[in-house]
Nanobody, 115 residues
Framework: QVQLVESGGGLVQAGGSLRLSCRAS????????IGWYRQAPGKPRELVAG???????KYLDSVKGRFTISRDNAKNTVYLQMNSLKPEDTANYYC?????????WGQGTSVTVSS
């Protein structure tokens, strides 16, 4: 079993920053398989940031240059540093651990960016 716990969400003004954390526990093969998604009201869930199979990072076009995903293997934690936040970044943010045989989600953390 795998457990994912997100934290770090909140209310911030446009232009501000937040750092989200996803702490993983259980049978984690590699943090490279953890990505960050978001879902705004009335919109589908979308991948915001993740890692490629080679460990490089990948981002949704609209967050490139503003968001940074990173990982701390010692803490079994994946972070999402979000800078220059915009009202359109408002959403529930989820981390996801996905392999061919596994698909786990955290409970989500809410991010609200006021204009």
């Amino acid at each position: 079993q795998v457990q994912l716990v997100e934290s770090g969400g909140g209310l911030v003004q446009a232009g501000g920053s937040l750092r989200l954390s996803c702490r993983a526990s259980g049978s984690i093969f590699s943090l490279n398989y953890i990505g960050w998604y978001r879902q705004a009201p009335g919109k589908p869930r979308e991948l915001v940031a993740g890692f490629t199979s080679g460990g490089a990072t990948k981002y949704l076009d609209s967050v490139k240059g503003r968001f940074t995903i990173s990982r701390d293997n010692a803490k079994n934690t994946v972070y999402l540093q979000m800078n220059s936040l915009k009202p359109e970044d408002t959403a529930n943010y989820y981390c996801n651990y996905k392999l061919a045989w596994a698909d786990y989600w955290g409970q989500g953390t809410s991010v609200t960016v006021s204009s």
